[in-house]
């Protein structure tokens, strides 16, 4: 079955960086675009990066442009997200989740989350 | 990028009918049908439920239905039942600004 397995979260100082991973299986990877979406604690849902299926084109939250790199290895089935200049207010759990070829813009499937807390 | 504004709460009792509202722009909601809803029980990630306005992934209760009227989409919850309290979430495709998020509502089975 599909399955959307992150991990690189923690606790890290402002200013500083950290890499999330998002393992993907159970489905064909390199034909889904990714996103990131994440949740501040006891808040909303907020999108946060998308990634062509090919890598080809990326689009950013205007919150993280600049400082935020959504990538893929589609040979090992993993996108990422490079977080840098971190701020107290990128703390939040963070998703990964899978968009379908066929589009719609809809995330299909999604991780459990990871927890970044930026103190 | 602003987000689409849902009722912060809604309820009713079992196998009533309960309707959330998510209300964007022209840019958003009104100019696309990528309207997709999800909902999130504590602690758990999201599941999707209805995607390009009215269509439901495999698995979803056909309890669930979607609509849009302008730049306004709704979600129906049909016959609710005590496991459909939960958090539930719009987002619309955006254009350049691709994906947007609503403010979410919380539902609660009286």
């Known amino acids: 079955q599909v399955q959307l397995v992150e991990s690189g979260g923690g606790v890290v100082q402002p200013g500083r960086s950290l890499r999330l991973s998002c393992a993907a299986s159970?489905?064909?990877?390199?034909?889904?675009?990714m996103h990131w979406v994440r949740q501040a604690p006891g808040k909303g849902l907020e999108w946060v990066a998308f990634l062509w299926f090919d890598g080809s084109n990326d689009h950013y939250a205007d919150s993280v442009k600049g400082r935020f790199t959504i990538s893929r290895d589609n040979s090992k089935n993993t996108v990422y997200l490079q977080m840098n200049s971190l701020t107290d207010e990128d703390t939040a759990v963070y998703y990964c989740a899978a968009d379908p070829p066929n589009g719609g813009w809809r995330l299909e499937s999604w991780g459990q989350g990871i927890l970044v807390t930026v103190s | 990028q602003s987000a689409l504004t849902q009722p912060p709460s809604a309820s009713g009792s079992p196998g009533q009918s309960v309707t959330i509202s998510c209300t964007g722009t022209s840019s958003d909601v009104g100019g696309y049908n990528y309207v997709a809803w999800y909902q999130q029980h504590p602690g758990k990630a999201p599941k999707l439920m209805i995607y390009?306005?009215?269509k439901r992934p495999s698995g979803v209760p056909d309890r669930f239905s979607g609509s849009k009227s302008g730049n306004t989409a709704s979600l129906t919850v049909s016959g609710l039942q005590a496991e459909d309290e939960a958090d539930y979430y719009c987002n619309s495709y955006s254009g350049s600004k691709i994906l947007v998020f609503g403010t979410g509502t919380k539902v609660t089975v009286l």
């Open positions: 390009e306005v009215t």
């Open positions: 159970g489905f064909i990877f390199s034909t889904y675009a």
